[in-house]
Each structure stands twice: as C-alpha cells, then as structure tokens.
C-alpha cells in the first residue's frame, strides 16, 4: 500500500530562519512525487514535480529534493507570505491517483 | 485564462436535502477529480472521470454520484445530504502528461445542519 508521511505535522519560524519540511514515502513504482502549496479556503497550488532520486527543482525561496525514500522542501529565508499548508503526494506506476500526506503547516512570523 | 472553477464557494443546508456541488474547467484536461478535505487530513478521493461519459468510484463514493457528459464540466451529486458531510469538497484536473500534476479549484466549503 503506497503511503505519504509528512513532518513535521506544524512548523513556527521566524522570518529568515531556514528550515525543511520532511516527505516520507512508499510507493510502487513512483512515476512523480508532487509538492504544493495551500492557503486556508483555497484549493493546493502546484509547486514541484520530481521524478527520479537525486532531482532537485527551485522557485524563489523554495527547493525541493528528491531521494528514494523521501523528499525534503527547503525554505531559505522565509517571509511571513510564505506561511501555508505545504502538501506532498506520490504517484504510484500505472495510475493517474495519486497518495497525499496530511501536510505540513508552516507559520512565518515577521 | 485556463482555470478550473467550483461553485457554490459555501453552502449551508439542511439534512436530507438533495445537493450539487459545480465543476467547470477550461483547460481542455480529460482527466477530472472530486476530493473531500478535512482540516489536517489527507485529501481522500471521491469519483474520478478519464474523460466523457467515464466515471470511476474512488475511496467515498457511496452516498454521492458524478457525471461526465461534457469534457468542460464534472458536478458532484449528494443525494441526501448528512452532517458527515460537512467539509471541504475540492475539485481537480490534470494533463495527460501529469507534468503539473493536478489544477485545483478553490473548492466548495458544505455545512450540512
């Protein structure tokens, strides 16, 4: 059963100090691991897509990476615009459905 | 410019009332999705369509019904509305190629009292 694991379940910093949210997976066969980004009442918003270990891919402050048992997304310097649910999904080989985790609730306070 | 759309935005209605939740995209996508969300937990499928006239049960479908007669529009039934259903019911397409993975809507907030 393919699984998506995600930590810390909530994260506070300040603004500028760098951290990392934690995408733990199984799947079988992936053919894409998906990061977003949503806003309290708006649907997610596409980030990235990775699909091989050892990929990374980077917009503004974010850079997300790819092993081949989790994913990592890197905030540098965060502004308080960053603040969001990130959430991470695998798609598993041979299916258009993919498995989301619960997310990471991410507060930047200026 | 290409977007998917839902409405209502917010519902509010009573039990046992007969409901449908709105879904249109421009984007020409053939693939199209109904999930419900609740705060903190996994955004759990409901019905996936491949294209017209394809409709597939995902993992809470029961107690709702989807069709697909335009590739444009996919609206979510309940046919009996029930405070379990109370949620957030966000609804998504994606290309074949899956590059951008899914577009969601902004989603449809349902209160049932």
């Known amino acids: 059963e393919d699984q998506v694991t995600q930590s810390p379940e909530a994260l506070r910093l300040q603004e500028g100090e760098s951290s990392s949210l934690n995408c733990s997976y199984t799947?079988?066969?992936?053919?894409?691991l998906f990061w977003y980004r949503q806003d309290p009442g708006k649907g997610p918003e596409f980030l990235f897509t990775?699909?091989?270990a050892g990929e990374e891919k980077e917009k503004e402050r974010l850079k997300a990476t790819l092993t081949k048992k989790e994913s990592f997304l890197h905030i540098t310097a965060p502004k308080p615009e960053d603040s969001a649910t990130y959430l991470c999904?695998?798609?598993?080989?041979?299916?258009?459905?993919?498995?989301f985790g619960r997310g990471t609730s991410l507060i930047v306070h200026p | 410019e290409a977007d998917i759309y839902q409405t209502p935005r917010y519902l509010v209605i009573g039990t046992g009332k007969k409901i449908t939740l709105e879904c249109s995209q421009t984007m020409g996508h053939d693939k199209m999705y109904w999930y419900q969300q609740d705060p903190g937990m996994e955004l759990h499928l409901i019905h996936y369509?491949?294209?017209?006239?394809?409709?597939e049960k995902g993992d809470l479908s029961s107690e709702s019904t989807v069709s697909r007669i335009r590739t444009e529009h996919f609206p979510l039934t309940l046919e009996s509305a029930r405070p379990s259903h109370t949620s957030q019911y966000l609804c998504a397409s994606s290309e074949d190629s899956w590059i951008y993975g899914y577009t969601f809507g902004s989603g449809t907030r349902l209160t049932v009292v």
């Open positions: 999904a695998v798609r598993p080989g041979g299916s258009y459905i993919p498995t």
């Open positions: 369509s491949y294209g017209v006239n394809s409709t």
């Open positions: 799947v079988s066969g992936l053919r894409g």
């Open positions: 990775l699909y091989s």
